[in-house]
């Protein structure tokens, strides 16, 4: 069974101070991983999809990277409109995404 | 453009009453998704329609759930009896099927509260 798997569940930062979300996924066969951001009240953002290993893609301070087994968002010197949950996706068949739980990121000013 | 449109955005009904969500996709999107996402559960997949037909329901709970997608610019998701474990955000999302994997993009929910 597919599953994904999102750490830490939370993470508090200082503005400024840089750290990595960490997922893991157990598929074969990646046909996408997906990157999303969701705000209190709103439905999942739309940030990166990665598709092999080695591949990477930033926005502004976020940078998505992919191995065989993982992908991590690095966050280079958040601000706290950074703030949010960060949820991962994989997918494995047909358009169908498997989701990890989400990292809440809060940053303080 | 508008995105994906969901309503009502919040809904508070007793329990055994018929509920009902509504989705208008993104215009010229052939997929749409139904999720439910919960504290315990997280951000599950109930149905996944493309080009108005259901292609995948093995995330529908139990036969009190139903969803129907009579054109390509709308879509229902239906509960009856309602049960407070339903309780949850449902999400809508649309994607352009294009042979690859394709981006969904996610509307901004109905909170549903049973009592």
């Known amino acids: 069974e597919d599953q994904v798997t999102q750490s830490p569940e939370a993470l508090r930062l200082q503005e400024g101070e840089s750290s990595s979300l960490n997922c893991s996924y157990t598929?074969?066969?990646?046909?996408?991983l997906f990157w999303y951001r969701q705000d209190p009240g709103k439905g999942p953002e739309f940030l990166f999809t990665l598709y092999s290993a080695g591949e990477e893609k930033e926005k502004e301070r976020l940078k998505a990277t992919l191995t065989k087994k993982e992908s991590f968002l690095h966050i280079t010197a958040p601000k706290p409109e950074d703030s949010a949950t960060y949820l991962c996706a994989d997918n494995n068949a047909g358009n169908m995404l498997t989701f990890g739980g989400g990292t809440r990121l809060m940053v303080k000013p | 453009d508008a995105g994906v449109i969901q309503s009502p955005r919040h809904e508070v009904t007793e329990m055994g009453q018929e509920v009902t969500l509504r989705c208008k996709p993104i215009s010229g999107h052939n997929s749409l998704f139904w999720y439910r996402q919960t504290m315990m559960r997280g951000l599950e997949l109930l149905i996944y329609?493309?080009?108005?037909?259901?292609?995948?329901d093995s995330g529908m709970p139990e036969d009190r759930f139903s969803a129907k997608m009579p054109n390509a610019s709308f879509s229902t998701l239906k509960i009856q009896p309602s049960e407070p474990r339903d309780s949850a955000v449902y999400f809508c999302?649309?994607?352009?099927?294009?042979?690859?994997?394709?981006?969904?993009?996610f509307g901004p929910g109905t909170r549903l509260t049973v009592l």
């Open positions: 598929v074969s066969g990646l046909r996408g």
């Open positions: 999302a649309s994607s352009l099927s294009s042979g690859t994997t394709d981006t969904q993009y």
């Open positions: 329609f493309n080009n108005n037909v259901p292609i995948d």
